[in-house]
């Protein structure tokens, strides 16, 4: 059977294929530490799930409008000034299915074919994917270690070519947790005017940041700017609500009716249970959302030292989201049951297979040098995994 072009190059998700993975063995009874999961252990806070009871009990299961409801998408616009300090309109405001969403529909209405787009490695593993999928050309920029894993000006301004349409900047990023601080963006803001490039900026973990930094939205910077930005955020990360799949872009008046015009043919709107339930975690009590930080704190600094004490492992500490991302190469030429161990690939099966911890590969965000954890799991699971992992480490020969 002949698949289109587009669709045979599409390459499965490896974060979601690993967590499927945990997750069947977990039904077999296996004893699976999940490390792979890019979500929130935390129940969805309970006057958030009230408000979409009280949706369905008022009957408000029909078609709204494709961007959303004027309701929700007023509740983003008062969030985003609020929190971020800039001001949009709702007409600015595309609902969809997730940030996920929001990040394809930027990129349908933005690319074509003979664009460049930059991404900054490691880079979340469907940026690549996506940009392909609008006809593309992905062009990866590798950051270091050294440099807290950040795009610089000078690296950005490299990159470029006479093909280069748009800049992807994720911060906090996953998988590497780096945060931008304001002058960092100040500088790149400067050459993404020069060079008339559109940003997109995803901010789907701005509410998960650490160790006093605070997060700055590069759209934020001035209204130059604000003009070249699509801001995307969703409610997934902040208020534990993956499944509910609610995602929003802020952009440009013309860029969010291109948005919504192609949604208009493909989902048409969000659910609607769902956007009711979206405007009460905006627009309600942001407690839940402090606690879920104050404890993933906790957890990254568990995390944190134990690896950094783990022979031939070395980590950067992430100023946000909820991701580790250690540097295990130097592991590499070591050897389990006599397979040498040449990439965090390799490593990753073993641990899977042999000690039932699921991580994430770093090839899947564009550098095999490292692996990435998810703190987004108990205290219990954390001590539990850890304890594995240095079994894992002092059986390599």
Request: aromatic share 8%; with cysteine; proline share 5%.
């Amino acid at each position: 059977m002949r698949l289109a072009r587009r669709a045979a190059g599409i390459s499965p998700s490896p974060t979601l294929s690993i967590d499927a993975q945990a997750k069947k063995m977990k039904a077999q009874g296996i004893q699976v530490i999940n490390f792979s999961a890019g979500e929130p252990d935390f129940d969805t806070p309970e006057h958030i799930k009230e408000a979409a009871v009280e949706a369905l009990k008022a009957g408000f299961t029909k078609y709204t409008p494709v961007p959303g409801t004027e309701e929700l998408r007023k509740a983003v616009a008062d969030r985003l000034r609020q929190d971020r300090g800039v001001d949009y309109e709702p007409a600015d405001i595309v609902v969809s299915c997730g940030a996920k969403h929001s990040l394809y529909n930027a990129l349908q209405v933005c690319c074509q074919e003979g664009d460049e787009v930059i991404l900054i490695a490691p880079y979340w593993v469907s940026y690549y994917e996506q940009v392909k999928l609008a006809g593309a050309e992905p062009v990866v920029v590798q950051t270091t270690e050294e440099t807290g894993f950040k795009l610089t000006a000078a690296a950005l301004k490299g990159a470029l070519t006479p093909h280069s349409r748009l800049l992807i900047l994720n911060s906090p990023c996953n998988p590497t947790g780096a945060v931008y601080r304001r002058e960092e963006l100040e500088d790149l803001a400067k050459i993404i005017r020069e060079h008339d490039l559109l940003v997109i900026s995803d901010e789907i973990y701005a509410s998960l940041i650490y160790d006093d930094l605070t997060h700055t939205s590069i759209a934020s910077l001035g209204s130059e700017i604000k003009e070249r930005t699509i801001l995307i955020d969703g409610v997934s990360k902040a208020y534990a609500m993956t499944g509910w799949r609610i995602g929003y872009a802020a952009a440009p008046r013309p860029i969010a009716k291109a948005m919504a015009d192609l949604q208009s043919h493909s989902t048409s709107n969000p659910t609607s249970i769902a956007q009711k339930a979206a405007v009460a975690a905006l627009t309600g009590s942001q407690d839940p959302v402090e606690k879920m930080r104050r404890e993933f704190n906790k957890r990254r600094d568990r995390l944190l030292a134990s690896l950094r004490n783990l022979p031939g492992i070395s980590c950067n500490c992430p100023g946000g989201a909820f991701y580790l991302f250690p540097n295990v190469s130097g592991l590499f030429g070591r050897k389990f049951r006599g397979k040498v161990l040449s990439s965090a690939t390799d490593i990753a099966s073993v641990l899977l297979e042999h000690f039932q911890v699921a991580v994430v590969p770093g090839i899947a965000f564009g550098n095999d040098n490292y692996l990435r954890l998810s703190y987004a799991t108990s205290m219990e699971q954390i001590e539990a995994g850890l304890a594995r992992l240095g079994d894992f480490v002092k059986q390599l020969d």
